[in-house]
């Protein structure tokens, strides 16, 4: 019996939520007993080195320096390997399947995922690039057979938008799994973590929407108060703004940017407490990640995904975004409350982000009859 074949397609395996989910999935899909294709405008990036060694597995270069310039060879990817479903990730790159699909004359399902609430990413975003992807999804969402939502809140976003309600899934991020504990017990080798002083942990792209300056300047307050430290994970074009903050405020000693590591759960396991800051999300997997290990969250009360991963402040803090001060007195209450024992209740509550679950809402939406 010739095994099903369903594809993802997105623009790199670069440092990113999407890159990593993806990952994910490709994994849980071939234990399900799928073939899977991971086709990538250009096969870069670290999470290239993740990918399985899998008879049902194939990996696609269509070596495109832009996705837009992928279009050509994912159309002809569609018409020669006729997948029984393509799954595409990122705006840009569902644009460009959506095309594909028509140009192609592909009869297969697609399924396109939304990881970011738009109106708020866009609005707060520079560049006419970015302005117009709304419109752009206004007029081709509707084309593709599913659009998926990482949360309640992006699935109404959308809806605002004019995406219509039957259209969309909404599907959690596959986040909890066995490899993701076995990653967070990996050995850590940073002095930071030998030392007496609590250490907050803040993580994600250095870039304008993960709001790290409000981050920076809480810890300062935070400083005033006790003897702490920061550690900052991630890369990006706000590391040389970021560096400067810390220097400014006179805390550039107990301020560290180690760059991106494709390993973040052990950080998380032994830090003391972790903070989102971003001003908006589409999910915030790394709280999601936090809570299953135990380590104490703040997180800014941004749209979407925050408030419905920690049910309106049951899990952890939330703060308003962009304020420091809130955020400084969240933290100091979380450092002098500590670690709490994992309840059966929040055990529960996790498991809507396990990978199993994911993947076979994944399955259900893909291997669906039109």
């Known amino acids: 019996m010739v095994k099903e074949r369903v594809a993802l397609f997105l623009p790199s395996l670069r440092g990113g939520g999407a890159e990593r989910v993806a ?188 709001d790290f300056p409000t981050l920076i300047r809480a810890f300062y307050l935070v400083r005033q108060r006790k003897e702490a430290r920061l550690v900052i994970l991630g890369e990006g074009e706000e590391r040389e703004r970021l560096e400067q903050l810390a220097k400014e405020l006179g805390i550039a000693q107990d301020v560290d940017f180690p760059g991106f590591d494709p390993n973040p759960y052990r950080w998380m396991k032994r830090a003391s407490v972790f903070v989102l800051s971003s001003r908006w999300e589409g999910l915030g997997n790394v709280l999601i990640e936090a809570l299953a290990l135990g380590t104490p969250v703040v997180s800014t009360d941004c749209p979407s995904g925050p408030r419905e991963i920690l049910e309106d402040g049951k899990w952890g803090r939330l703060v308003p975004v962009g304020d420091p001060e809130s955020m400084a007195k969240a933290i100091l209450e979380a450092l002098e409350e500590g670690r709490k024992p994992m309840t059966r209740e929040l055990q529960a509550h996790l498991r809507k982000f396990s990978l199993k679950e994911a993947v076979n809402q994944y399955k259900e939406v893909l291997l669906d009859k039109i």
């Open 23 to 210: 990952v994910k999935l490709v994994k849980g899909l071939l234990e399900e007993g799928l073939n899977v294709d991971l086709v990538l405008a250009k096969a870069e990036g670290p999470y290239l080195a993740e990918l399985p060694k899998h008879d049902g597995f194939r990996l696609f270069d269509l070596k495109s320096s832009r996705v837009l310039y992928a279009l050509p060879k994912l159309s002809m990817y569609l018409r020669r390997e006729r997948p029984l479903a393509l799954l595409s990730f990122m705006n840009h790159a569902n644009i460009i399947a959506i095309w594909a699909k028509v140009l192609s004359k592909y009869k297969g399902k697609l399924v396109v995922s939304e990881r970011t609430t738009l109106s708020v990413s866009c609005n707060l975003s520079k560049g006419i690039k970015v302005k117009f992807i709304p419109y752009l999804i206004k007029k081709y969402y509707p084309l593709a057979d599913t659009v998926v939502c990482i949360s309640e809140g992006v699935a109404r976003d959308l809806e605002s938008l004019g995406i219509p309600k039957e259209k969309l899934a909404v599907i959690y991020n596959p986040i909890i799994s066995q490899e993701f504990f076995d990653k967070a017990e990996e050995t850590l080798d940073h002095p930071w973590f030998s030392g007496k002083a609590p250490l907050i942990l803040g993580m994600g792209r250095l870039a304008v929407e993960k």
